[in-house]
């Protein structure tokens, strides 16, 4: 693939992601990388290229034209795709990356369309060594590199298996319209029903109902005595949950595992004072919130109040927010270890565009280095497609990623 004119290709550009991921590029991507923006509307790219203040190429291409999809996708070394809902216009995108041996990273959440990519694809992006990368944004790259990282530091340095990583989140940000598009459309989907298995991504049946059991989404409030508080269930478990369970499963498969009878839960943690009523006030209002976006009608009440594809949070919101994940890895000796991984900027907007390109560049730049080297490939996860690679360019990115004894 070297010889193809772009290592990165943003697609998606001109959406309210888009156009932060083609800031973090011009800030970030340096002279090595060559690289271009496109998307559906070519008026719309060539502004967002002008309000950056960058010259790079822009390519135009709708998301159902299978032609001028494949004219862009055998152009790249990388697609970066941030255009949801992924469902809807992924499909042809991921097609044509499969074929043409392109390698791809997006920041969906639609865990049922995810199954459908693996369906697909699994076998044909295994052997040809293409990785194809959902999930890299905060869906699901603190969840997953955060496991993935406690795993394998118990397992070097106490030389011991891991038992259980919990994740406990804070975080104050805003919401864009794209994201709750994806989120209303994956609700109306024929998948939806998919989104309670707790193993809807690994590659193996699902475990025996005893085992199942230990998996299961939390679903009340509960203390957390690791770190003496409250916690509740947190709203993007059913989709981080399932990744990191993907990820356990393929390391198994390659007999790299986590441990015997590994787990992964997250919660939403609560600070003193009053986290018991905290905690209970927003698994109510989580469910209250969840009953209403899957009935139609009630949405349709609640839709015009809620930002509108292409609008988000301010800039100052998206400067000002922050997320925190703490992280407790137990061993199956019953010893442990702490993570954390906290970034500075909205976690939907600032660290997602964060995460999704030092994604794209670790692809573009240090395949070599990637697990499995140049070789893997398949419908991957971030710890299993990019592991320690993406987690030292967040570090040099000024996020935290820390584990200690």
Known sequence: MS??????????ASGFVGKQTVQYFANHAGEEVRWAIAGRNRQKLEAVRAEVGTTVDVLVADGQDEA?????????????????????????????????????????GETPWVRTLIDRYQAQATADGTRIIPCCGFDSVPS????????RHL???????????????QMYGGLNGGTLVSAFHLYDSAGAAQMNDPFLLNPSPTPPPAQAE??????????????????????????????????????????????????????????????WL?????????????????????????QPLLPQPGDGPSE?????GWFSCELVGTATDGRQVRGLIRGQGDPGNRATVKFVCESALSLALQLDELPGGQTRGGILTPATGLGKVLAERLRRAGMTVDVTL
């Open 155 to 169: 397992q070097r340095e106490l030389g011991v298996p891991c038992q259980q990583v919990q994740a406990y989140f």
């Open 278 to 302: 905290k905690a209970t006030s927003v698994t109510a209002g989580l469910a209250l919130f969840t009953g209403i976006v899957q009935q139609p009608q009630a949405r349709s009440l609640l």
């Open 316 to 320: 100052q919101t998206r400067n000002d």
């Open 3 to 12: 010889e193809r004119p772009y290592d990165v290709i943003l697609y998606g």
């Open 144 to 151: 997953d590199l955060g496991a993935y990282l406690m795993v």
């Open 214 to 275: 230990r998996h299961r989404d939390p679903q009340t409030p509960s203390f957390a005595a690791d770190l003496n508080t409250w916690v509740a269930p947190f709203v993007m478990g059913p989709v981080n949950t399932r990744i990191v369970r993907r990820s356990a499963a393929l390391y198994e498969e390659w007999q790299d595992s986590y441990g015997p009878d590994f787990t992964y839960q997250e919660y939403l943690k609560f600070d003193e004072p009053l986290s």
């Open 68 to 108: 001028a999809i494949d004219a862009i996708v055998s152009q790249t070394r990388v697609l970066l795709s941030t255009a949801g809902p992924f469902a809807l216009y992924g499909n042809a995108l991921v097609d044509a990356c499969v074929r043409f041996r392109t390698h791809y990273v997006d920041i969906t």
